[in-house]
Nanobody, 124 residues
C-alpha cells in the first residue's frame, strides 16, 4: 500500500493550497481517509477526515477554511486549504483506515497506512 501526498509549498497568509493524496494497493473506496499534521516536537494533530461513505470531519482550528474531499475513481483524497495562516505551517500527512460506525476519525491510532508527508509553509 502506498499513499503519496503532494501539493505542499510556500504560500502567503490568506492564500490557498490543495493537497492531493494518491493511494495505491488498496481498495480505496472502502477506506476512510484522514489528514493530520505534525510540527517538530509536537504530537500528530488531526486536521480532517472523510469516511468511505462521504461523511466529513474537521478540527475546530480549520473548520470553515479547509475542505476534505475524495475521488474514488482516481483513488485520491484532497485537502483544499484556504485562508491559510502562519500557524498552519507544518508537515501534512494523509492516512487510510477502516472501521465501522464507531470508528473515530480523530484518532491517529485507528489508521492503518500513512503517506510520507508534504510540507506547507505559510509566510506572514
Amino acid at each position: 500500500v502506498q499513499l503519496q501526498a503532494s501539493g505542499g509549498g510556500l504560500v502567503q497568509a490568506g492564500g490557498s493550497l490543495r493537497l492531493p493524496c494518491a493511494a495505491s494497493g488498496l481498495t480505496f473506496s472502502t477506506y476512510h481517509m484522514g489528514w493530520f499534521r505534525q510540527a517538530p516536537g509536537k504530537e500528530r494533530e488531526f486536521v480532517a477526515a472523510i469516511r468511505s461513505g462521504g461523511s466529513r470531519y474537521y478540527a475546530d482550528s480549520v473548520k470553515g477554511r479547509f475542505t476534505v474531499s475524495r475521488d474514488n475513481a482516481k483513488n485520491t483524497v484532497y485537502l483544499q486549504m484556504s485562508s491559510l495562516k502562519p500557524e498552519d505551517t507544518t508537515v501534512y500527512y494523509c492516512a487510510a483506515g477502516r472501521g465501522g460506525s464507531s470508528w473515530y476519525p480523530q484518532s491517529n491510532k485507528l489508521y492503518h497506512y500513512w503517506g510520507q508527508g508534504t510540507l506547507v509553509t505559510v509566510s506572514s
